[in-house]
C-alpha cells in the first residue's frame, strides 16, 4: 500500500500519541492493560477522527476546483464542525446539512458543537427530519450553489467513502510505527464504529499489513448485523482503492451493538460510567455519543474477560468533547 500516490492536505503532521492508562486499567480490576491513541489531540478545531478523513476528502475537492463545501451530519455533528474548520482553514465556503435524527434534539441556540457551527461562521445549515435523504439534499443545494456561480464539492456523511477512509488506513500505519518504535505488542484493538470510516479504515491498514491485531468496533447506532456489513462494503472499497491484492474477508470485521442503548445519540448509563472513570482516573474527555458509548463496550469487553488476562488493549479515541457540553443535564 503505497498512501503518497493520493492527494492530500497534510492536516496530520506528527502521530498522535499512544498512552498507558495505569489508573483506569486498575480501576477495572488490572486484568489488562488498556492503552489510547489520541486522535482526539488532531488538529482541526477541537479535535477527532474526522480529520484523518478530510486530510484526503478535501484535498480531492480542491484538486477539482472546488470553492465550497457541502457536507451533512447528526445536530451535534462533530464531523461537521471539523469539515466547517479546515473549509475556513482553506478559505472554502461551507454548508451544513444536519439531520435531526431524534425530534426535538435541535437548538438553534445551542450549546456544543452547535454552538461552534456559528462560531465559525458556516455559511449557511438547514435542518431536515431523521431519515431524510441526506445525499438528495446535499445534492439539491449543490445545484443552487452552482446556479451562483459557486463550485461545490460533497463530503459524505462522517467523510465515510473510500477516499476518506485511507486517512485510517494511514493511521494504521502510524500506530504500527509507534508500536515499533517504542516496542510495546498491543494483542487487540477497539473501535468506534459509526458511518463507518474509521473502522474499515484501520480493519484494512491492520489486515493488509498482516499486522496479526484483531480490530473490534463498538457501534453507535446500528444492529451488529448491518454495521458488519455497511463496514465490509467499505473496507473492499477502500482496499481496492490502496492496492491491497486480496479481497479483506468478512470475518475481519466484528461488530458489538449491545451498547448503543435505546439509539443513536441517546444517553445510557454505562457510557455515564465510562465517561465519569475516563476522566476521574486520567483526565481524558470522551464525548456522549461515539467515544463514550464505545469505551462502554470496552470497559464491559474487559469485565466480561473477552480480552486475555495480562493482554495489552489499544482504544481509538476519536474525540468529540464539545458535544460534552451540549449533555450537561445528563452528568448531573
Ligand atoms: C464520527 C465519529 C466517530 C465514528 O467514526 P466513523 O468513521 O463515522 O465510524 C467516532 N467518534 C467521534 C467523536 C466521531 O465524531
Redesign the pocket.
Known amino acids: 500500500m503505497n498512501l503518497s500516490q493520493f492527494p492530500r492536505r497534510n492536516y496530520v503532521q506528527d502521530a498522535t500519541p499512544i498512552e498507558a492508562l495505569p489508573a483506569f486499567s486498575a480501576a477495572l480490576g488490572g486484568k489488562v492493560n488498556i492503552f489510547i491513541k489520541r486522535d482526539?489531540l488532531l488538529p482541526g478545531c477541537s479535535g477527532?477522527?474526522?480529520t484523518r478523513?478530510l486530510d484526503f476528502c478535501i484535498a480531492d475537492g480542491m484538486e477539482k476546483g472546488a470553492d465550497t463545501i457541502i457536507t451533512c451530519g447528526a445536530v451535534q455533528?462533530?464531523?461537521a464542525r471539523?469539515t466547517l474548520s479546515w473549509a475556513v482553514k482553506e478559505g472554502l465556503d461551507c454548508h451544513l446539512i444536519l439531520e435531526e435524527r431524534v425530534p426535538g434534539s435541535y437548538k438553534q441556540d445551542g450549546s456544543g458543537n452547535n454552538f461552534l457551527f456559528n462560531l465559525l461562521g458556516v455559511k449557511s445549515t438547514k435542518v431536515v427530519p431523521g431519515g431524510s435523504d441526506m445525499m438528495g439534499e446535499m445534492e439539491k443545494l449543490a445545484e443552487e450553489l452552482k446556479k451562483q456561480g459557486k463550485k461545490p464539492y460533497i463530503i459524505p456523511?462522517?467523510?465515510?467513502n473510500a477516499i476518506?477512509?485511507t486517512g485510517?488506513v494511514a493511521c494504521a500505519q502510524e500506530i504500527q510505527q509507534q508500536l515499533f518504535d517504542s516496542g510495546l505488542n498491543i494483542d487487540h484493538m477497539v473501535?468506534?464504529?459509526?458511518?463507518?470510516?474509521?473502522?474499515?479504515?484501520i480493519a484494512v491498514g491492520m489486515y493488509g499489513t498482516n499486522a496479526g491485531i484483531p480490530v473490534s468496533?463498538i457501534n453507535?447506532s446500528r444492529k451488529k448485523e448491518l454495521q458488519e456489513e455497511i463496514v465490509h462494503k467499505l473496507a473492499v472499497e477502500t482496499a481496492t482503492r490502496v492496492g491491497m491484492r486480496e479481497e479483506i474477508p468478512a470475518d475481519q470485521i466484528t461488530c458489538f451493538d449491545e451498547y448503543v442503548g435505546p439509539g443513536y445519540s441517546i444517553p445510557t448509563d454505562s457510557m455515564i460510567e465510562a465517561v465519569k472513570l475516563l476522566a476521574q482516573t486520567e483526565a481524558i474527555l470522551l464525548?456522549p455519543?461515539?467515544?463514550g458509548k464505545?469505551m462502554a463496550g470496552m470497559v464491559d469487553l474487559v469485565r466480561k474477560d473477552h480480552f486475555a488476562e495480562g493482554s495489552n488493549v489499544l482504544f481509538l479515541h476519536?474525540?468529540?468533547s464539545p458535544?460534552l457540553y451540549a449533555y450537561l443535564d445528563t452528568f448531573k
Open positions: 482526539d477527532g477522527n474526522k478523513k455533528s462533530n464531523h471539523l456523511g462522517g467523510a465515510s476518506g477512509a485510517y473501535v468506534p464504529s459509526g458511518s463507518a470510516g474509521t473502522h474499515a479504515g468496533g453507535v464525548d455519543v461515539y467515544s464505545a476519536t474525540g468529540g458535544a
